[in-house]
């Protein structure tokens, strides 16, 4: 969504933050506050954080070097088992 690869409108669901200097990569997103648990439940609240924290090694320059360097990421403190 992010780099157009599907045609959705990227601003209903994200904002850039307007930090200009981060750690780690520099696609990250802002994250609105939300009093109402229910949105913060939505894929597009859950996404961020885990999108915020990816490490400056994964490669943004193409969709092969993305996907190639994304598989070496540990996610499982974002999973959930039950």
Known sequence: ML???IDVPVGDFFQNASLSTTRG???KLYKNLS?????AKFFSKRI???WNN????VDFSTLASFSHTLKTVDFSKYVRYS
């Open 48 to 50: 961020v954080n885990v």
């Open 54 to 57: 990816l490490p400056d090694s």
């Open 25 to 27: 990569h520099n696609f």
């Open 3 to 5: 780099f157009g690869f």
């Open 35 to 39: 009093s109402v648990t229910v949105r």
